[in-house]
């Protein structure tokens, strides 16, 4: 699709993501349910695109609910039995915005954006104005925040005596993590906790270069147990341990899937995760008594319902990619926020050390190899035979791109950006440079052959 990406619609305001968009957005999206709730992140854009959005879905017949400044996960909380839209750019500049559709609590599927794609290249005519919606008023922020400390609870142990430090990135987390955490029984330190669309704190995505200010102040005092940083609308989560140093965001999610896994009534419980995450999700998951299933970037909520759809001993414990976390007992939503409470009170329980120790930490190493658009098909078709043959005693998966596990536990992706002209290759081994050199020479090879 050329208007949705992975994660909704996203890019400039000034070139793409217009109020004129999001007016013919709207309008084809009212056609989808009766009742659309609406929230926006901090971003100075986001009132107007807000605004333009419910013009059009009111146009096309639907009510709306305004619900002013939320983070992501609060927004999909209130869609629960209804749609929702939140305008958000999540971790992207502050000249961008986005607009992201939820349904009863999900993320719209491939098949629902696709027919909002095509209600815009229709140009959809207003609804009779006697059929225009209404608007009300809701602040479902307290409703939300509730549902995660009671989650929180049910895992761990309290946060009595533990101080944690909170980068909200001038973000929306900053309306949710610190009072979670509090009322979990932390004592919580905050850095960049105004909102403020502008970040003038530092930029809006949580890398290692833009959170030295979580890293430093965790670093040199010693009363902090635990940093937790998050992207501009709350649904990205980077963890500092109490030496200031980041932990690896897959050695996060091996041990969110380890224990979800281990506390799983279901008799065949699973992890759902992408291509790109690496294989100590697996071990550990395999350990601890369940199976790991890669869905597409960007589309975790649609794996689950394919799995869940298995059977009824099948059962979708834990979700998540590289930063982002599903936690299917509370809503299949990405949720910043309750992975900083469970994980906070998981580490109350067993220290961090502790929970870390099981997980093997190989060195992982990306680099793109440059590819024009119209050479990506070719080239990975060429890909999807010249790998398995380079690597034949490897287990082979084509169905996102080209990913080989190798029996020495090391493995490798192939897949193609669906953003800008690379084809992006991943490895993880013992001498991981040397198993991207290896791969990424194959890759020129196609690339060059298609070109």
């Known amino acids: 699709m050329d208007l949705f990406g992975t994660t909704g619609i996203r890019g400039p305001v000034a070139e793409k993501v217009t109020p004129e968009l999001a007016l013919s957005v709207g309008r084809a999206a009212g056609e989808f349910g009766e009742q659309f709730v609406i929230a926006r992140d901090g971003r100075q854009t986001g009132v107007a695109i807000a605004a333009a959005l419910e013009a059009g879905l009111e146009s096309a017949g639907a009510d709306v609910v305004r619900a002013g400044m939320l983070p992501t996960p609060a927004l999909a909380f209130a869609s629960r039995g209804r749609h929702g839209v939140m305008i958000t750019a999540s ?15 999900e993320e719209y599927t491939t098949a629902d954006e696709e027919r909002i794609e095509q209600g815009v290249a229709d140009e959809l005519a207003p609804a009779d104005w006697s059929e225009w919606g209404r608007q009300t008023h809701e602040e479902p922020l307290a409703g939300y925040l509730d549902a995660v400390v009671e989650y929180a609870s049910e895992h761990g142990e309290e946060l009595d005596g533990m101080t944690i430090a909170v980068d909200a990135g001038n973000g929306v987390a900053a309306l949710g993590t610190p009072d979670v955490l509090r009322r979990l029984g932390a004592t919580v330190h905050t850095l960049h906790a105004n909102v403020d669309g502008h970040f003038p704190g530092r930029p809006s995505k949580p890398t290692p270069e833009n959170i030295t200010d979580l890293t430093q102040y965790v670093r040199e005092r010693d009363a902090v147990d635990l940093g937790i940083a998050h992207d501009g609308d709350g649904d990205r989560i980077v963890v500092v341990d109490e030496a200031g140093s980041i932990v690896h965001e897959d050695t996060i999610l091996a041990v969110l899937s380890s224990y979800f896994v281990e506390h799983s009534d279901a008799a065949d419980p699973v992890v759902m995760t992408t291509p790109n995450v690496s294989g100590r999700v ?5 350990a601890a008594g369940g199976r790991v299933e890669r869905t597409a970037l960007g589309l975790l909520h649609e794996g689950i319902a394919e799995a869940e759809a298995e059977g009824q ?4 414990a834990f979700a998540g990619e590289p930063w982002k976390c599903i936690h299917p007992e509370l809503g299949i939503w990405t949720d910043g926020i309750a992975t900083a409470a469970v994980l906070a009170r998981l580490i109350a329980a067993e220290g961090l050390d502790t929970l870390l120790a099981p997980v093997t930490e190989r060195p992982l190493e990306k680099k793109p190899v440059d590819c024009p658009e119209a050479a990506k098909a070719d080239a990975m078709d060429r890909l ?40 992006r290759v991943y490895a993880e081994s013992d001498d991981a ?19």
């Open 91 to 105: 971790h992207n500049p502050s000249a961008d915005n986005g607009i992201k559709f939820f349904v009863d609590g």
């Open 282 to 286: 697996d071990e550990q998951v395999r």
């Open 313 to 316: 001993e099948t059962a979708v």
């Open 384 to 423: 999807e035979t010249a790998l398995p043959e380079q690597f034949p005693d490897g287990d082979v998966s084509l169905e996102y791109g080209v990913r080989i596990e190798l029996p020495d536990a090391s493995w490798f992706l192939v897949r193609p950006s669906g953003t800008e002209p690379y084809i």
């Open 433 to 451: 440079k040397a198993l991207l050199a290896d791969v990424r020479s194959t890759v020129k090879d196609a690339v060059d052959a298609a070109a």
